[in-house]
């Protein structure tokens, strides 16, 4: 079976810092662009971040500089470091294996991501 597995979530302080973590099971990652989306409360998912197959990133505005995603492909996984988090921030944060030429996508099953005093 093919899974995205998500880690990495939790609750942080205003202004705190955390990486996720989202690793292929049954999937190897390195052919597809890779992307980590949010869904908050009575929100649309939205994207934060996508890394391209040769690294390339786009960031959502809303990001202003305070996250950072990579990959890994020797460990077949992607990252996203968060800094600077605000209560705005909170949300479940999916993996996105995106689809690529003949390629289905596969979505993680998401975690929470909570930003609290």
């Known amino acids: 079976q093919v899974h995205l597995v998500e880690s990495g979530g939790g609750l942080v302080q205003p202004g705190g810092s955390l990486t996720l973590s989202c690793a292929g099971s049954?999937?190897?990652?390195?052919?597809?662009?890779l992307a980590w989306y949010r869904q908050a409360p009575g929100k649309e998912r939205e994207l934060v971040a996508r890394?391209?197959?040769?690294?390339?990133?786009d960031y959502a505005n809303f990001v202003e500089g305070r996250f950072t995603i990579s990959r890994d492909n020797g460990k077949n996984a992607v990252e996203l470091r968060m800094t600077s988090l605000q209560p705005g921030d909170t949300a479940v944060y999916y993996c996105?294996?995106?689809?690529?030429?003949?390629?289905?996508?596969?979505w993680g099953q998401g975690t929470q991501v909570t930003v609290s005093s």
């Open positions: 049954g999937l190897i990652l390195g052919p597809y662009p």
């Open positions: 890394i391209g197959r040769y690294r390339n990133t």
């Open positions: 996105h294996a995106e689809p690529f030429n003949a390629l289905p996508g596969h």
